[in-house]
């Protein structure tokens, strides 16, 4: 009696790609440099920064398409003003602002996962760009499109 799968040639597909996955995370893991006093990246933590930077990057088009399209529909609308007092004006030229201030907030936000996930792709994940040290896996994992370790960054926040 033979038994038939449902699951055919997909389900060798999702095994292929996961151990694809499996593979890329585990030569990643050992490219990657860490503090003195930190373990070195598991195959699980590289999985898990790259699904949150993925969630990350989704989550930043998503917004830059609202705050975008808001936008739009705020320059379509405003016509050429007549007839709106000051307040009128002053209301629409601060709401164009704040949704300018989205849009670039969500488009650099999103260069910044994109930047980060490139990174752990090659391998230079989680090296300060300012001094070459690492930046430190528990800081990366709070925080995993940062770019700089915290000395760097304290110098650059009091500037």
């Known amino acids: 009696m033979t038994t038939s799968s449902t699951a055919g040639p997909r389900a060798t597909t999702k095994k292929a790609a996961g151990t694809t996955n499996r593979t890329s995370a585990r030569?990643?893991?050992e490219q990657l440099r860490v503090k003195d006093d930190e373990s070195p990246w598991s195959e699980d933590e590289i999985?898990?920064?790259?699904g949150v930077l993925l969630e990350e990057i989704e989550q930043h088009r998503v917004e830059l398409k609202l705050a975008?399209?808001?936008l739009d529909d705020l320059l379509r609308a405003s016509g050429d003003g007549s007839g709106d007092d000051q307040a009128d004006a002053g209301a629409k030229t601060a709401e164009?602002?704040?949704?300018i201030s989205v849009a670039a907030n969500a488009r650099a936000s999103l260069r910044q996962a994109e930047h980060a996930l490139e990174q752990l792709e090659a391998g230079t994940y989680g090296i300060c760009e300012n001094c070459g040290n690492p930046i430190g896996k528990l800081r990366l994992q709070a925080r995993p499109r940062a770019t700089l370790c915290m000395t760097c960054q304290e110098k650059q926040d009091r500037h």
């Open 27 to 29: 030569k990643i893991a």
């Open 47 to 50: 999985s898990e920064v790259r």
């Open 68 to 70: 975008e399209d808001e």
């Open 96 to 99: 164009r602002e704040h949704e």
